[in-house]
């Protein structure tokens, strides 16, 4: 399971993410990147501060202390690549880039339950914070209708991303929970 966890790891979807913006400033112009730009600080930031609040303060539910960024941006970014692989193909291959797109973040969200990392609410608020943020950067991307010949570049770079930042971790939760800790030991949030 952790190998389908690797692939949701901000090392690896954030390199990811950077390679879409750049084909997107390439192909569909600076309006559609700047959306792109848009829908990821809501997904990460979204994603990052929720994880920094139920760190300082109390959450919601007691198996909800961490909404999954693997979640997150995994729906965002894998998503979103299924959606512009599928807007330039024939409807077989649309079919395929979306059933391929929400394998992924399927398996990638089942994964972080699979080895304990996240409970279920953490996992669908993840899924629910990615979605949003989809939903967001589709309905821009759609009635901006760039119109592009070939996505082969964009995957070409996503793939030489995955070989090569598979496995490795950035590590960020304990950046979240030390600022968490220090938000509420120094700054007071949240103190009752």
């Not at 914070?129 to 070409?156: K, N, S």
Request: hydrophobic share 55%; glycine share 10%.
């Amino acid at each position: 399971m952790t190998f389908l966890t690797d692939f949701g790891d901000a090392i690896v979807v954030l390199p990811v993410a950077a390679a879409t913006l750049a084909w997107l400033m390439r192909v569909a112009g600076l309006r559609t990147a700047a959306l792109w730009c848009g829908a990821l600080l809501l997904c990460g930031g979204g994603t990052a501060l929720l994880k920094i609040y139920f760190g300082a303060c109390t959450a919601p539910l007691e198996s909800l202390n961490s909404p999954s960024g693997h979640a997150s941006m995994s729906t965002l970014v894998y998503g979103s690549l299924a959606l512009i692989v599928g807007t330039e193909a024939a409807p077989w291959q649309r079919l395929a880039a979306a059933a391929l797109g929400a394998a992924a973040i399927a398996g990638i969200a089942l994964s972080r339950i699979a080895i304990g990392a996240h409970s279920v609410p953490e996992v669908a608020l993840g899924l629910v914070i990615g979605g949003a943020t989809l939903a967001l950067f589709a309905r821009g991307y759609l009635e901006a209708r760039p119109r592009v010949r070939h996505v082969w570049p964009l995957l070409a770079g996503v793939a030489l991303l995955l070989l090569v930042l598979h496995g490795h971790s950035a590590h960020l939760e304990a950046v979240w929970h030390a600022i968490a800790a220090w938000l509420h030991n120094t700054a007071g949030l949240c103190r009752g």
